[in-house]
C-alpha cells in the first residue's frame, strides 16, 4: 500500500497547470505533463503527449470545468484541442522544481557576470573575480529574484555587501556627456536619480545645461534610451502648452466705427461706387452748412 500511495503522489508531481486570462476575470486553466510544454513548442511529440486530460477547466484544483458556451465567448471555438493550442502558445505554464533551479541557476551565473563588468575592489581597483563574487553572495545570505532585472538585482547585491561591510566596491562607470535645455532639467535629474548614475561635472553653455554623467558598462544603453524619450516627451508637452497658449489668447477688440466702414465699403464695392468720395462730400457738406 506505502508504494501505491508513493507512485500516486510522484505521478501528481509531474503533473502542472497551464492558466491563461482572457479579459479581466475569466482563467482557464489545462492540465500538462512536466517537461512537456517546450518539447510541443519545438515540434517534437503531439498535443496527446502533453495534455494529461483533454479538458479545459475554469479552476483545475477543484475539478471545475468551462462550458462550451464560455470557450467559445473567450476563445471563439469549443474545440479542446483547438483551445488547448492557443493556451499552450499565450498561456504561463507552471514549472516545476528542476526547472525553477535551473532558470535561478541561469540567472544567478548572469548576475555574477554583470557585477564582474560593472563592479571592482575599491581597494586594488581592479575587478572582482567570478569566484569572489560567489563567495560574497553566500556570506551576504543574498536571495535572487529571477522576475527581475539584473541591473535591479546586482543594485541590491551590492547594497547588501556594503551594509554588511564584507568588501569596500565600487562602480566602474563610463562616463558620457549629455546637454539638454534648462527646461528638461527636472525629468533629467530624477532619470539619473532613478538609475542611480554620478554627476561629474556640471556647465551652462547659452540656454543649454551640459552634465558628464557616469553610468555603469551595462547600463549606458539604457541611460541614453530613457534620455532620449525623456527629452521628447518634454518637447511634446512643451508644444502643447504653447498651443493651448495661442488658443486661449483674447481676440482682438472690435472697433464699431471700422466695422461699419469696412460693411459699407463691401456694399459699395458690389454696386461699383467709391465711398471715400461720397463720404468726404457730405461732410464737407456739413462743414458748409455750419458756416
Known amino acids: 500500500m506505502p508504494r501505491k500511495d508513493g507512485k500516486r503522489n510522484q505521478k501528481k508531481m509531474h503533473q502542472l497547470v497551464v492558466r491563461h486570462k482572457v479579459g479581466k476575470k475569466n482563467m482557464f486553466e489545462i492540465m500538462v505533463n512536466a517537461g512537456m510544454v517546450d518539447k510541443y ?125 564584507l568588501q569596500p566596491i565600487v562602480r566602474n562607470e563610463i562616463v558620457t556627456e549629455i546637454k539638454f535645455p534648462l527646461r528638461q532639467m527636472g525629468p533629467v535629474y530624477s532619470l539619473i536619480e532613478k538609475m542611480e548614475c554620478s554627476i561629474h561635472s556640471r556647465s551652462r553653455a547659452d540656454d543649454f545645461f551640459v552634465l558628464k554623467v557616469g553610468c555603469l558598462n551595462g547600463e549606458l544603453d539604457d541611460f541614453i534610451k530613457a534620455f532620449n524619450k525623456a527629452a521628447g516627451e518634454e518637447m511634446k508637452k ?48 456739413r462743414k458748409k452748412k455750419r458756416a
Open 41 to 165: 513548442k519545438k515540434g517534437l511529440i503531439p498535443l496527446s503527449e502533453v495534455l494529461v486530460v483533454p479538458l479545459v477547466f475554469k479552476n483545475a484544483r477543484k475539478a471545475e470545468q468551462a462550458t462550451p458556451k464560455e470557450l467559445s465567448a473567450a476563445f471563439g471555438t469549443a474545440n479542446i484541442d483547438a483551445v488547448a493550442k492557443i493556451m499552450l502558445e499565450k498561456g504561463g505554464a507552471q514549472k516545476n522544481s528542476t526547472e525553477r533551479k535551473g532558470d535561478t541557476e541561469t540567472k544567478m551565473r548572469a548576475l555574477c557576470e554583470y557585477v564582474h563588468k560593472n563592479f571592482r575592489d575599491a581597494r586594488n581597483k581592479l575587478p572582482l573575480s567570478m569566484v569572489r563574487i560567489r563567495e560574497l553572495i553566500r556570506q551576504s545570505g543574498f536571495s535572487m529574484n529571477t522576475a527581475n532585472s539584473l541591473s535591479t538585482e546586482s543594485r541590491k547585491f551590492i547594497t547588501l555587501v556594503k551594509k554588511k561591510a
Open 238 to 285: 512643451t508644444k502643447k502648452l504653447r498651443k493651448v497658449s495661442r488658443r486661449q489668447k483674447a481676440p482682438p477688440e472690435k472697433n464699431e466705427h471700422e466695422d461699419a466702414s469696412n460693411r459699407t465699403r463691401r456694399s459699395s464695392h458690389r454696386n461699383g461706387t467709391d465711398v471715400k468720395q461720397k463720404t468726404t462730400t457730405r461732410r464737407t457738406g
